[in-house]
């Protein structure tokens, strides 16, 4: 193919190759009278993307290997895999099928069904019959790559997929691509970080290319985005959403990373914490709370990390924070992978050095004190995504209020909840008072110490939530 990279036509050959026997077992024409057209497939893949929480939506992908980073795991059944990734917060999967390259075929597609999330197949699509079969595997899109699909071949295989009910994503690693991407008029667009030609990534470039795509495209940032400053860069660049491969592949936990990329791209802003049963949790997130807490240090809602695994079961994409006093940092990384968790919030006498550069959040404990509580958010701004403003009287779980006027300027200072004998009769009252992102509620939201009064939690929900959106409305 003329123009095409020497290392991409060796992989369209295999490609090609591999295609042609599939369409002697089963020909194009077999394919077509089988797999009826289902529109409901491009919706469910859009829509999965447009209503991402945060805004913005995590396409998380299972694949084997590749030429650049070689195998990245060979071990962990995708389907399980893929479960992981849909407990962990992505909001679709990319499938990668392509087998001479990156280990993978077309069947995988129909293995992780059971995730849940719309499939994106992700392969070197070169005719009719990859469009059809991609529908007849389970795909709801299919990618097509603009280096590999020069002159009318965009265009035609993109007619196909549309006809046969699929979303399609287009690829583009330049200007003049990305401009026939966008003629075509797919689905999405999405930017490529890494050159085709010798595999290397440029986030610079990709960022750049993504502020001239329009926002009725569905933005796609991909390739080399490996941390949540990664993310929020292509967020800032225009991205409505980032196909993320090898950091997952690789993550001890993906679904812990999921879940603290989520956490740290959309901070929530009602907390219930103290959680100790699966009831409770499902209760709190039918409530509408944004984010449970559990406890492991010594109190009346202490859990181990069995039940810290079935709470985080329960509430399902709901992100849940274990709160720890004077834990290790390998004890608070040993629990947040063991069990799945979110992040971690650290209420003693951690120091910020020996929690840097964790892969997931770290939410830091603030007292409410005018004299300390402005140095420890200082001390702590550059490891800490969040801060809780409580009682200075304890580690937490005190049930006493802090002073609003003091934290209120606390809470200018850097993103906090607002924590602390909070209750439905007066966190309208405090979130008014104190302007803080967001509430963090527990001992008064109880019927009994560690039992949590499902009542209680709605109206605590309702209450805050209203006054937050009203603080909200006039800043």
Known sequence: ???????????????????????????????????????ARRRRFVTALRSARGAFGLIAECKRRSPSA?????????????????????????VLTEQDHFGGAPEDLAAVENSGLPRLRKDFILDEGMVWESLGYGADAVLLIAEALPGAALAELRACASEAGLAVLIEAHDAE??????????????????????????????????????NSFVRIAESGIHSVDDLRRMRAAGADA?????????????????????????????????????????????????????VFAASPRQIDRTRAVEVVRAAERVPVIGVFVDASRAEVEAMVHGAGLAGAQLCGSEQPADFAG??????????????????????????????????????????????????????????????????????????????????????????????????????????????????AAHA
């Not at 991407?181 to 960022?207: E, Q, S, T, Y």
């Not at 939201?445 to 006054?467: C, M, Q, T």
């Open 70 to 94: 070689g195998v990245l795991d060979a071990e962990t059944p995708l389907a399980e895999r893929a479960r992981s990734y849909a407990r962990g917060g992505a909001d679709a999967l990319s």
């Open 358 to 471: 964790l892969p997931f959040p770290i939410w830091r404990q603030v007292a409410v004190d005018p004299m300390v509580g402005a140095a420890v958010i200082a001390r702590w701004r550059e490891v800490a995504a969040l801060f809780v403003l409580d009682h200075p009287s304890g580690p937490g779980g005190t049930g006493r209020t802090p002073a609003p006027e003091v934290a209120r300027r606390l809470a200018a200072l850097a993103p906090c909840l607002l924590a602390g004998g909070l209750g439905p009769d007066n966190v309208g009252a405090l979130a008014t008072a104190v302007a803080p992102h967001g509430v963090d509620a527990s001992s008064r939201l109880e019927s009994a110490p560690g039992i949590k009064d499902a009542a209680l939690v709605k109206e605590f929900v309702n209450a805050a939530r209203a006054a937050l959106d009203r603080e």
């Open 242 to 294: 980032a196909l993320v491969g090898e950091a997952l592949m690789r993550a001890a936990s993906p679904e812990a990373v999921l879940r603290g990329w989520r956490t740290l791209l959309a901070p929530p802003r009602i907390k219930v914490c103290g959680i100790t049963s699966a009831g409770d949790a499902r209760a709190a997130v039918a409530a509408g709370a944004d984010a449970l807490g559990v």
């Open 177 to 214: 691509q990305l401009e026939r991407a966008i003629v075509v008029a797919p689905d999405c667009v999405g930017v490529n970080a890494r050159d085709l030609r010798d595999f290397r990534v440029d986030l610079d470039r990709a960022a750049t290319l993504l502020t001239t795509i329009p």
């Open 1 to 39: 193919m003329s123009g095409v990279p020497d290392r991409l036509e060796k992989i369209l050959r295999d490609v090609r190759a591999r295609a042609a026997a599939r369409r002697l077992a089963v020909p194009l024409q077999t394919l077509r009278s089988e797999n009826r057209a289902d529109p």
